[in-house]
C-alpha cells in the first residue's frame, strides 16, 4: 500500500528536472559572496596605522587575497545561470568587476608590504577611486 502513495512521488522527482529558479540561485551565489567580501574587507578594517607590517602582510596571505580570489570565483558561477532577469545583467557584471578590483588591490597590498613590486600612492589611489565608483553606483 506504501508503495502504491511513494511510487508517483519518486517517479515525479526522477523524470521532471530540477525547476530553474534564476533569482534564488543568483541570491545564494551573492550571499556566498558576501560571507567572503566580509572576511576579505576585515583585513583592511583591522588594520591599525601602526600595525606591524609582517602580521598585516599575514592577514593579506590568509584571509585577504584568498577571500578575494574565493569571491571573485564565486561571482564567476553568475555566468552560467540560465534566464537571469535583464534588470539583474548590470548588477552582476558589476559585482564581479568590483571583486576583481578589491582582489587586484589586496594583490597590490601584499607585493608592496612584501617587497615583491613597489607600488606608487598613485596606484593605490586609482583602484581605491575605482573601488570607490563601483560602491558609489551600486547604492
Known sequence: MLLIFVSPIITAFVMFPKIENPIADYTKIVTKFQEYETKGLDVYNNNDANV????????LLDHGVPNWQRGMDELKKLDSINNLPKELVPYKQTLQEYSKLRYNQAVMYKEHISGERI?????????????????????
Open 52 to 59: 606591524d607590517h609582517v602580521k598585516y602582510l599575514m592577514a
Open 119 to 139: 607600488s606608487t600612492d598613485s596606484a593605490f589611489s586609482k583602484i581605491q577611486e575605482e573601488i570607490d565608483a563601483i560602491l558609489e553606483r551600486i547604492k
